[in-house]
């Protein structure tokens, strides 16, 4: 094959691997908390634009107000750990339990305390999507309607610790998972919760995360067990690892959803797919995520202060590209670059041929011009002595 050929060849490869080749998820980016305690719950607020907002909380009343740049350390006015934050759907009020009985209603400029039993401790606090009540629940089977103000106590039907609430997203009846092997379905309109069982025995179903259109919920739970539910029934899903499932949440776009497993273990979640590895670099446990209404991007809380963004913030090119899209001019950068070192070894290949090929005829001519000599020495010699 001539060098200019293979030259072309190669070129002709290479753009095909770096338009074609597998996608890999982006790493999750660190954001800078500024605390080092326990974050144990994130909640975006329901607004549209810049009108949205985070809040994270979490070990000693910690709690943290992201506003898409930086974060704002709050006062919350008690020393409880705090386990859950639900937002009202209207926006204007958040409610946050804890540990000691701890029950707060935030309004975006100050949090108020509600009326505490003490004996009761919090897991977790989801705001119906019609706004008339929310669910919390907590320790020892404890649940409970409210209207940000008093509790009203239900008969969940089980003592152990109920530590996840997810609505479907029509109101029409919501999914609470725990420390036991099924999961509970509480119909607020008959008032009845009923045992849903997926065939698991021996493991614990601890989250529960429902698609925003209402058309399935992810459930999971220890050793990586891991279901989808399409409102028909359970179906298993192959679980990438073996660690207890802590956090999950649905992306907006219906189409993902984010996973998070022990160890600093994060997945994307693509429906009719595989769950595809994020890397975190950080084994600290992730037991919190929630996307921004948007759906651009999600919060990741986590042990001592973790906080994680993915995808990460999109950094402006050194150079920008004037006009197009500025992947596609990274792409053009990278090609160009490699297309250019192709070329410089394949003018080095073809100007080490070209030297040895003329060295090779200097040879050639040398050994010609030897030749010629050698047979006119020998004609002279036989000529006839005159």
């Known amino acids: 094959m001539k060098p200019k ?3 072309c060849l190669a070129a002709v490869m290479l753009l095909s691997l770096l338009q074609n080749g597998p996608a890999a998820a982006a790493p999750a980016e660190r954001l800078e908390s500024p605390v080092q305690l326990e974050l144990r719950a994130v909640s975006w607020r329901p607004a549209p634009g810049n009108d949205t907002y985070a809040l994270l909380a979490g070990e000693g009343g910690t709690v943290l107000r992201w506003t898409g ?5 709050l006062d919350s006015n008690t020393k409880s750990d705090l386990k859950g934050i639900g937002w009202h759907p209207s926006g204007t009020r958040a409610l946050l339990v804890g540990r000691d009985g701890a029950f707060l209603e935030y309004d975006g400029s100050g949090f108020r305390s509600a009326a505490q039993n003490r004996t009761l401790w919090f897991e977790d606090a989801e705001w119906r999507p019609q706004g008339d009540f929310a669910l919390v629940a907590g320790l020892n089977g404890t649940l ?8 009203s106590l239900l008969n ?3 003592g152990a610790a109920i530590v996840s609430i ?6 029409r009846f919501a999914f609470l998972c725990g420390d036991f092997p099924f999961v509970l379905r509480y119909d607020p309109e008959a008032g009845t919760i009923d045992r849903l069982s997926t065939g698991l025995a021996d493991q ?3 989250g529960v995360s429902w698609r925003p259109d209402g058309g399935a919920a992810l459930v999971f739970g220890t050793l990586g067990t891991l279901y989808r539910y399409d409102g028909s029934g359970f179906s298993p899903l192959g ?3 073996a660690n207890q499932w802590l956090a999950g949440a649905w992306s907006p776009d219906n189409r993902t959803a984010l996973l998070a497993a022990r160890g600093g273990l994060l997945y994307l979640f693509e429906e009719g797919g595989n769950l595809t590895p994020i890397a975190t670099n950080t084994t600290s446990p992730i037991y919190s995520i929630a996307f921004s209404p948007n759906g651009s991007y999600a919060l990741c809380a986590g042990a001592g202060g973790l906080v994680l963004r993915h995808p990460p913030a999109e950094r402006p090119p050194v150079n920008p590209p004037v006009d197009g899209n500025g992947g596609d001019w990274l792409l053009l950068s990278a090609v160009l670059v490699m297309a250019f070192a192709l070329m410089t070894a394949g003018v080095a290949v073809y100007m080490m041929m070209r030297s040895r090929r003329r060295a090779r005829e200097a040879e050639e001519l040398a050994e010609a011009e030897l030749h010629a000599a050698g047979l006119a ?6 000529r006839p002595s005159p």
């Open 5 to 7: 050929t293979a030259l």
């Open 69 to 73: 740049r930086f974060f704002m350390t």
């Open 144 to 151: 409970a309607r409210t209207d940000g103000t008093t509790l």
């Open 156 to 158: 969940s039907t089980v």
């Open 166 to 171: 997810s609505w479907r997203p029509d109101g």
């Open 204 to 206: 614990y179903l601890r």
């Open 239 to 241: 679980s990438p690892t």
């Open 377 to 382: 020495a020998k004609t002279k010699g036989r």
